[in-house]
């Protein structure tokens, strides 16, 4: 089979990617266990003539994503986005003046910043096809493959974790971020020097 000789061939995998939020800092997007990649669904209209029905695509509407992340005690994940919230616009109503104050897509968009979704490839070593050409092993950076832009996100909702005495798993946050649209960019953007 043709298939198994093909040494360029690299299939995308789940587990090589990262969350940047442009305004959160790197430790964020270290901290990422699992995201989903950006979908959309499309109303359609009908047209009937005769006994047929025509069909006709209508307005675009992307769905929202979940992201999850390991809380830690540096990075303190939950504290970021705990602060996400609070410069988004929201006031705990604890005074008459807190009883105002709302979250806005403009603040929301400030604190979170460009959100980016990137998968990378595995990079690699390669050896000379000559042993004796006097050239060393090299190694190939990290490349992304492709890389999604959410625009105008803001976060939907934040469920902060579970604790439990009889369980000794990493505590997650989970987060939803709803967005306007996103943005595909394929291969070659940028690489990682590992």
Known sequence: ?????????????QFRFLVNFSKLGDGVTFMAKSVDKP??????SEHNVLNHVFKFPGVVKWADISVKFID?????????FYNALRNSGYFV???PAGLVHGITKQGSNATLGEIEIQQL????????SDPGSGLG?????????????????FIKGIKWGSLDYGNED?????LDLSYDCAVYEAGGLLKYNT
């Not at 979908?39 to 359609?44: A, K, N």
């Not at 990493?170 to 989970?174: A, C, G, K, S, T």
């Open 72 to 80: 830690a005690v540096e990075p303190n994940v939950g504290s970021k």
């Open 1 to 13: 089979m043709a298939f198994f000789n093909q040494t360029s061939f690299e299939p995308k995998r």
């Open 121 to 128: 490839d595995g990079g690699g070593i390669v050896a000379p």
């Open 137 to 153: 092993i090299q190694e190939i950076p990290v490349n992304v493959v492709d890389k999604w832009t959410l625009h105008n996100a």
């Open 93 to 95: 109503p604890d005074s």
């Open 39 to 44: 979908s959309y669904d499309s109303t359609v």
């Open 170 to 174: 990493l505590v997650e946050i989970e």
